[in-house]
């Protein structure tokens, strides 16, 4: 393992696309906020180092910065997104501030390993916004979220939702139509 002279010589050590995991490994207990962040964007950050670096709050914007690259690593897994689901409500309304957490709310509930109960619990928590959940509603990308949305207490994140799941079933539709009238390949 290389030697750290600095904070840049972490953080550089940590962007570096060649870090092992066992470095990341290392570089994900620094005490520098960014170290820890830039391990989190790390495409090669293993899961169980992912979860080493859920905060145990939410509330800063380094703590809601690091919420957000976890929620839209790839390899966070199941049970890591259920914690960040658990710990985002605080910060999924319009707070001052609280910029990070909502996109983090929303890439959270667009991951596809993000367990559905998980995310049918956050929303249903009083502390997160309508205003939130409206914006879910224009963006999420799974299905069963936008069916979770139907039945919201808000009219207008029912509808939105609606909207958004014909057009996401038209959609499919028409792929599928595609599909079919696209000619077999030879063999």
């Known amino acids: 393992m290389r030697r750290y002279h600095s ?3 972490y953080l550089d050590a940590a962007r570096d696309p060649a870090a ?3 470095e990341l490994r290392f570089l994900a207990g620094s005490v520098y906020d960014f170290v820890r962040l830039a391990v989190a964007e790390h ?13 145990q709050h939410i509330t800063s914007w380094n703590e809601q910065r690091l919420a957000l690259a976890l929620a839209r690593h790839p390899n966070t897994p199941a049970h890591g997104l259920r914690v960040l689901a658990e710990r985002l409500p605080a910060v999924l309304n319009r707070g001052r501030g609280n910029d990070n957490g909502l996109a983090a709310g929303s890439a959270l ?5 993000t367990p559905l109960d998980a995310i049918h619990t956050m929303l249903a928590d009083p502390r997160v916004s309508t205003d939130f959940r409206r914006k879910l509603a224009r963006e999420a990308t799974r299905t069963d979220v936008l069916r979770l949305l139907l039945n919201d207490q808000s009219d207008a994140v029912r509808r939105r939702a609606q909207e958004r799941l014909r057009a996401a079933i038209s959609a499919e539709q028409d792929a599928m139509k595609n599909d079919d009238a696209a000619p077999l390949p030879n063999t």
């Open 7 to 9: 904070p840049k010589d």
């Open 109 to 113: 509930c667009n991951h596809p390993h």
């Open 20 to 22: 092992s995991p066992e």
């Open 43 to 55: 495409p090669h950050a293993e899961a169980d180092v992912l979860v080493a670096l859920t905060p």
